[in-house]
C-alpha cells in the first residue's frame, strides 16, 4: 500500500519503484568499511595538515589555550582551539571536539569553546539552547584531556565568504534572513550573521553539487578534514596515543563518519544523530545536512551500520527521545541494528545506546555520562 509520505505526496510511489527496501538486510560490517573507505575519502594526496602555526596562547579559567592555524591543502587556513589543563605536567589522551551545523555556520569552534575573546551573546544562546549554558569543550579539557576544537569545511574560518556565493544566493539570504532554518535555534540573530546563515543554508545544495562534479562528497570531505584534525592531535608531544572524538547533531554525524574512515581512534561519542533512513523518509530529509546522505553509500548501508562497521571499537551513542529530527521509533531501529553487529564482533559492551527524555540537545546529564564514558574508554 502507498505509504503517503508527508513531503512526496503523488510521488509517495517513489521509493518502492526504485526498490528501496529500507535497509532490511544488514550488511557485513568489513563491506561498509571497504565502501566508506572508497566513498568517504578525497582525491587528494594530503594525510596531515601542513604548515601548523602558533597563532596565540592564553590561561584562563585553570586551563591553558592555544589557537593554531594550518594549510589543509586548499581553501582558507583552518583555524583551531587547543584546550588542557594549566597543571597538566604529563601527556594527557586527546579529544576531537566537533562542532554541529545548528544551521548556523557563521561560526565553528565557538559554538562548543571558549576562546581568548569573550563569547558572544548570539553563541551564548545557541549553547543555552543546545548544551544548557555549557561550553563543553572547555569542560572535556578540565576533565583531563587535551581537546582540539577546529573549523570545518563550510565554517567558522572555513566558510565561502558571502560576497563570492553566486548572485542568486545572495539575493535569496536577503529574502530568508531572520527565518530560521529547519535545523537551527530559535532567538535573536545579528543581521550580519542571519543573512550568512541563511545563505549557507540554501549554498550547502550547491556545495554538494561541486563535489560530485569533483568525484567526492560533502561528507567526504568533512570526514578528511576531521582526520587531518586527528592526526595533528595525535602528533601533539603532550597527547597520549589514546584519542576520542565527540559532537553534537551534526557533530555527532562527524564522529560516526571519522569513527568509520580512521583506525587511529580509540573512542566515539555521537550525541543526537542516529536513526534510520527510512525513519527519515516520511518528512526528515529537508531538516538534515547532505553530511548524512553521501552519495554512493546509502544505496548499500544505513546510518547505524557505519556507526558500527569498526566494531569492536568502543562507541557510545546518546539518543533524545522526543527528538524532532530523528523519529523514537527510527533511533529504537538505529540502536537495535549497532547493538547487533557489536554482539557479532563478540564485544557487546563496547557499545553503549542511551536514551533521555527531550528534544534535541546535549545536556549537563548526557555530558556528565558522556565524560564518565570517556574516563572508561580512554585510561
Excluded at 563550510?154 to 565568504?161: C, E, H, I, K, L
Excluded at 548501508?301 to 527521545?321: H, I, K, S
Aim: overall charge negative.
Amino acid at each position: 500500500m502507498n505509504p503517503g509520505y508527508a513531503h512526496l505526496g503523488g510521488y509517495s510511489d517513489w521509493p518502492a519503484a526504485v526498490g528501496f527496501d529500507g535497509h532490511t538486510r544488514r550488511p557485513d560490517r568489513a563491506v561498509v568499511r571497504r565502501l566508506a573507505t572508497e566513498i568517504l575519502t578525497v582525491p587528494t594526496q594530503n594525510r596531515t595538515p601542513a604548515d601548523v602555526r602558533l597563532e596565540r596562547r592564553w590561561t584562563a579559567d585553570d586551563l591553558v589555550g592555544e589557537e593554531i592555524s594550518y594549510d589543509a591543502g586548499y581553501g582558507p587556513r583552518t583555524y583551531a582551539w587547543v584546550l588542557k589543563p594549566a597543571a597538566a605536567d604529563a601527556p594527557l589522551p586527546g579529544v576531537l571536539a566537533l562542532h554541529g551545523h545548528d544551521g548556523f555556520k557563521y561560526y565553528g569552534k565557538e559554538k562548543i569553546a571558549d576562546g581568548p575573546e569573550p563569547t558572544e551573546p548570539v553563541v551564548s544562546a545557541l549553547r543555552d539552547n543546545y548544551y544548557e549554558g555549557r561550553a563543553i569543550a572547555n569542560d572535556l579539557a578540565r576533565a583531563g584531556y587535551v581537546v582540539l576544537v577546529p573549523d570545518v569545511f563550510g565554517w567558522g574560518s572555513r566558510r565561502f565568504p558571502l560576497a563570492e556565493m553566486p548572485p542568486l544566493i545572495q539575493q535569496l539570504s536577503e529574502l530568508a534572513a531572520g527565518t530560521t532554518p529547519p535545523d537551527s535555534f530559535p532567538g535573536t540573530v545579528p543581521a550580519e550573521i542571519a543573512r550568512y546563515n541563511a545563505a549557507a543554508w540554501h549554498h550547502e545544495h550547491l556545495i554538494e553539487k561541486y563535489c560530485a562534479l569533483l568525484g567526492t562528497t560533502m561528507a567526504a570531505m568533512v570526514a578528511h578534514e576531521d582526520r587531518l584534525a586527528l592526526s595533528y592531535l595525535r602528533s601533539r608531544p603532550d597527547t597520549t596515543d589514546r584519542t576520542a572524538s565527540i559532537g553534537l547533531s551534526g557533530g555527532g554525524g562527524r564522529s560516526a563518519l571519522l569513527r568509520a574512515t580512521s583506525g587511529e581512534l580509540t573512542a566515539a561519542v555521537v550525541v543526537g544523530m542516529m536513526g534510520t533512513y527510512v525513519s527519515l523518509l516520511d518528512h526528515n530529509v529537508i531538516s538534515h545536512t547532505w553530511m548524512l546522505f553521501p552519495s554512493g553509500l546509502t544505496a548499500h548501508a544505513d546510518v547505524p551500520d557505519l556507526a558500527a562497521c569498526q566494531a569492536p571499537a568502543p562507541l557510545l551513542v546518546q539518543y533524545n527521545r522526543h527528538d524532532g529530527l530523528f523519529p523514537l521509533a527510527g533511533a529504537e531501529a538505529a540502536h537495535e541494528r549497532i547493538a547487533s553487529h557489536y554482539a557479532d564482533a563478540g564485544a557487546p559492551g563496547a557499545y553503549a545506546g542511551r536514551f533521555y527524555d527531550g528534544p534535541h540537545k546535549f545536556d549537563q546529564a548526557m555530558q556528565r555520562d558522556a565524560t564518565d564514558w570517556l574516563a572508561a574508554q580512554l585510561r
